[in-house]
């Protein structure tokens, strides 16, 4: 059976289902023969600037390192989705990058984190420690004005983006994976909303003041098609014994569709209307709030979690302030075999 991909699926799936676990990371060799992990951010004639996993930056004396090992593999600028395809011996996956930004005149470093709505259970511990290692977290989520992030780990606020939570959270149980806002903390103190609100979508997109946004065309019939496969696909992935083949093709087949697509050009599925609120007028309202947060006393490093579709228009308003890419890592969404 060949499995086939609507392009407007795609991009659906490319706004709300991608983040990651850790694949590899830069090694620092000492003179003593210590090894450190993390991302090298910088290499100058007099220091290696090294961002270690527990989230501590180190300016090593270069007369004290033996080797700088980075990792082949690493994402170069631009890339921010690959598909791994499984050997015999090796498992596959769908990776995100994860970027830093190190700002102009020493200000805060800016992590940029993929958002995901459904993964495998090991990327929430992986990515909460990343988040978790910085000063401020500033997260995507649109929600009604005046909701806290309590409310949105509850459940208990509609968010303009409500029905297609609730078929992400239909497709978790489909894929075997877990659904975001059950392994993410929200309301870890350091978290803060940086997304329009529900008021302002729906303004954005043309609905009435307390209403609903005016979604596409194409995204309305995707929607409907999960909608309508929902209770075939219940019965057919209910039995774990025997939807256990078809689970890992199903899952292999839409990793492989999200990792060799062109982000911009699927979300060009969902119209021009679509496009310019999910991505650039969201992007602004993230970055105003990383300008509100690096002015911020205290503040030495920001984590932007966001979708992965996002990051190439963010990290465009990163470079327009003076921010310049540090080092960067892939990390695994999704691991097929």
Not at 80 to 86: A, K, M, N, T, V
Not at 206 to 226: F, H, I, N, R, T
Request: with cysteine; charged share 25%.
């Amino acid at each position: 059976m060949t499995l086939r991909v609507r392009p407007a699926l795609v991009a659906l799936v490319l706004c709300f289902f991608v983040s990651a676990a850790p694949v590899a990371a830069d090694d620092v060799e000492l003179a003593g023969g210590t090894h450190l992990e993390g991302i090298v951010l910088a290499e100058g004639e007099h220091d290696v600037h090294l961002l270690l996993a527990g989230g501590d930056e180190v300016h090593l004396a270069r007369a004290d390192v033996a080797t700088v090992d980075r990792q082949a593999d690493a994402p170069k600028k631009g890339q921010h989705l690959r598909y791994r395809e499984p050997t015999d011996t090796t498992a596959g996956g769908l990776d995100v990058a994860v970027t830093t930004w190190l700002a102009p005149e020493g200000g805060p470093r800016v992590d940029l984190v993929g958002a995901v709505h459904l993964a495998d259970a090991s990327f929430f511990r992986a990515v909460q420690r990343r988040l978790d290692r910085v000063d401020v977290t500033l997260f995507e989520a649109v929600l009604p004005e005046g909701a806290t992030t309590k409310d949105l780990e509850n459940g208990t606020t509609r968010s303009a983006n409500e029905p297609l939570r609730a078929l992400q959270k239909r497709m978790a149980t489909w894929l075997g994976l877990t659904f975001q806002l059950e392994g993410i903390d929200y309301t870890r103190p350091h978290f803060v909303h940086a997304d329009m609100t529900a008021e302002e979508f729906t303004a954005e997109m043309g609905g009435e003041p307390g209403g609903d946004a005016k979604l596409p065309a194409s995204l309305k019939m995707a929607m409907k098609l999960l909608e309508m496969a929902g209770p075939m696909m219940d019965r057919i992935m209910g039995d774990d014994e025997r939807s256990g083949p078809l689970r890992k093709r199903l899952k292999r087949q839409l990793a492989s569709t999200l990792g060799s697509t062109e982000v911009q050009g699927m979300l060009g599925a969902l119209g021009a209307k679509m496009t310019d609120v999910i991505l650039h007028r969201r992007n602004d309202v993230a970055l105003a709030k990383v300008d509100e947060v690096e002015a911020t006393q205290g503040v030495r490093s920001i984590a932007v979690f966001y979708g992965a579709a996002h990051l190439e228009g963010i990290e465009k308003g990163l470079e327009a302030r003076g921010y310049r890419r540090g080092g960067a890592e892939w990390l695994t969404a999704w691991s097929v075999e």
